[in-house]
């Protein structure tokens, strides 16, 4: 306990003799003070060269990689506008084919390669016995009338058809069911016999979509169209038609199952673009205009009277 109150008292002693030579002596203190201010202007800005601005003291490689994010961004946005106007023509185009007037089959057989979603009509049977089925997929309801649930799940069913003209065997969709009549016993009334005209719509194959289950034809499960597997297992062309909403009769399948819907999300794209191409250019433009920061008026002035002594 003494030892602690002879140190408290040997500090306050040191402290006083310090304060007293500092006062009489203006030399050392006006060391100690340029000392002081030469460490702030020090610690200011350690990194920059003092008389030159950030964008002289950046290197060239680093500004023009600043600069590559606007005109990037820029480009991109000027992209989508070409990819929108792309879009809207093929959404025309699809329209355009959709409205048109059918033709025979016989008449365009050679060029179906070209002619996705074009109305075709053709005269034949049906090969009941050999039905497929494609799904699960939900009911379009846009040109169907019927009672059944919009969320209901069920199948298409993929009948082979035997042409008059020309004479070959085709896939048509006839057209959705619900699960609970896929069997056909369960749809007799539906099961059209005997020769029928019928119009429909031009499909390709289609492509599998990431993580969509492989089809499996030895079990008769088909998850997407794949025109080719199907007519090499029943043994037809390769031609594929979705049959049309006339082609509905009562108890059978529900036709018009045809989507053509096309994302057309362009226009977000481009205002995104754009938008990240005028933020970043705008940075980069403050940040080419910034200059070296200075010290505070007050400092600067001290620093300076306390240099010349």
Same mark, same amino acid.
């Given at each position: 306990?003494?030892?602690?109150?002879?140190?408290? $008292?040997?500090?306050?002693?040191?402290?006083? +003799?310090?304060? /007293?030579?500092?006062?009489?002596?203006? @030399?050392?203190?006006? *060391?100690?003070?340029?000392?002081?201010?030469?460490?702030?202007?020090?610690?200011?800005?350690?990194?920059?060269?003092?008389?030159?601005?950030?964008?002289?003291?950046v290197p060239l490689t680093r500004r023009m990689l600043l600069l590559a994010v606007p005109i990037t961004t820029f480009g991109l946005g000027t992209w989508q506008i070409f990819r929108l106007q792309w879009k809207l023509g093929l959404i025309k185009d699809l329209?355009?084919?959709?409205?048109?007037?059918?033709?025979?089959?016989?008449?365009?057989?050679?060029? $179906?390669?070209?002619?996705?979603?074009?109305? +075709?009509?053709? /005269?034949?049977?049906?090969?009941?016995? @050999?039905?497929?089925? *494609?799904?699960?997929?939900?009911?379009?309801?846009?040109k169907a009338t019927t009672s059944m649930q919009p969320n209901e799940s069920g199948m298409h069913v993929i009948t082979p058809f035997i042409c008059n003209d020309p004479d070959i065997t085709i896939l048509v969709n006839r057209?959705?069911?619900?699960?609970?009549?896929?069997?056909?016993?369960?749809?007799?009334?539906?099961?059209?016999?005997?020769?029928?005209?019928?119009?429909?719509?031009?499909?390709?194959?289609d492509k599998r979509?990431?993580?969509?289950?492989h089809n499996d034809p030895e079990k008769g499960r088909w998850f997407w169209r794949d025109s080719n597997a199907l007519a090499e297992l029943l043994g037809t062309s390769t031609i594929f038609i979705d049959a049309d909403a006339r082609?509905?009769?009562?108890?059978?399948?529900?036709?018009?199952?045809?989507?053509?819907?096309?994302?057309?999300?362009?226009?977000?794209?481009?205002f995104t673009?754009?938008?990240?191409?005028?933020?970043?250019?705008?940075?980069?433009?403050?940040?080419?205009?910034r200059s070296t920061p200075t010290l505070p008026p007050s400092v600067k002035n001290s620093v300076s009277r306390y240099i010349k002594m």
């Open positions: 306990m003494v030892f602690t109150a002879w140190n408290r $008292l040997y500090r306050a002693s040191i402290s006083c +003799v310090t304060s /007293s030579l500092l006062a009489r002596c203006p @030399r050392i203190n006006r *060391i100690q003070s340029k000392t002081f201010a030469i460490k702030l202007k020090t610690k200011s800005k350690p990194n920059l060269r003092p008389g030159l601005t950030v964008e002289e003291q329209e355009k084919r959709t409205s048109a007037a059918a033709v025979p089959l016989a008449s365009v057989v050679d060029n $179906l390669s070209e002619m996705e979603y074009c109305r +075709v009509i053709v /005269s034949g049977v049906f090969d009941h016995d @050999r039905e497929q089925y *494609i799904g699960p997929r939900s009911l379009n309801k846009d057209g959705w069911v619900p699960k609970s009549r896929i069997d056909p016993s369960t749809r007799q009334k539906g099961q059209i016999e005997g020769e029928i005209t019928l119009t429909g719509i031009v499909r390709h194959t979509r990431p993580f969509m289950p082609s509905t009769v009562s108890g059978g399948p529900i036709g018009g199952q045809t989507r053509v819907t096309l994302r057309n999300e362009h226009l977000q794209y481009i673009w754009y938008t990240l191409s005028l933020i970043t250019f705008y940075l980069y433009t403050k940040f080419r205009r």
